[in-house]
């Protein structure tokens, strides 16, 4: 899906003073060839040049003076959620503790390729959205941020998930598509779809990085 034709510029709709940065769940267990979804087989081969553009994004953030939220899931036994263990259960996809995602402590819940830098926020959650019992929603409107930019892992899951319930609670949402990925191609561009056609803007890390440097 080819990035839209915006009706005014686009520096001054993610200014820095206004924006803030979401990178979400890139963690090994979802990224690395030894994390739980590498075992599981799943396809990574889109991960890393992803990760490439939200590092170019990172950067160009820290430089502009964005202020940049690194979100990533902790999960636990105890925080586990009991509609989730109930539906694999019911689907017979019942999931062992040692292949559960990012138990908090484990390294497969440590970041992928990207590190906190300082003044970053890091925000832990223990749902799909970023916004589910984190706070994160008030952190944003204290620091007087009304606009998003996220990207992250999976597109289709927790970049999504993250990116409705912000729009719903009024957010100006945009998505950063080369700095997305999921397993699956074919669920990326229709999770891409499905964004844009209610809740969010979709951008191209370039074109992100060149309105945060004085472009257009």
Not at 156 to 176: I, S
Request: glycine share 6%; aromatic share 6%.
């Amino acid at each position: 899906m080819s990035a839209p034709v915006l009706s005014e510029s686009l520096a001054p709709m993610i200014a820095p003073g206004r924006t803030a940065l979401l990178v979400v769940d890139v963690q090994n267990d979802f990224a690395h060839a030894d994390g739980v979804m590498g075992r599981f087989g799943v396809d990574l081969s889109s991960v890393d040049a992803a990760v490439d553009r939200m590092q170019d994004l990172l950067d160009a953030a820290h430089a502009a003076g964005v202020q940049v939220f690194l979100v990533r899931l902790q999960t636990s036994a105890e925080r586990d959620s009991r509609a989730a263990n109930l539906r694999r259960a019911r689907m017979g996809r019942s999931v062992p503790e040692d292949l559960r995602v990012c138990r908090e402590g484990r390294w497969g819940s440590a970041f992928y390729r990207i590190s906190p830098a300082d003044g970053d926020i890091e925000v832990a959650k223990w749902r799909y959205s970023s916004f589910g019992g984190t706070g994160m929603d008030m952190q944003l409107r204290a620091l007087d941020l009304d606009t998003l930019i996220v990207c992250g892992l999976t597109t289709e899951c927790c970049v999504e998930t993250t990116v409705r319930d912000a729009f719903a609670l009024d957010f100006h949402v945009f998505v950063a598509a080369d700095a997305s990925t999921a397993y699956d191609r074919a669920m990326h561009e229709m999770s891409l779809r499905s964004m844009v056609q209610n809740f969010a803007i979709q951008l191209e890390s370039a074109d992100i990085v060149a309105a945060w440097r004085g472009g257009v």
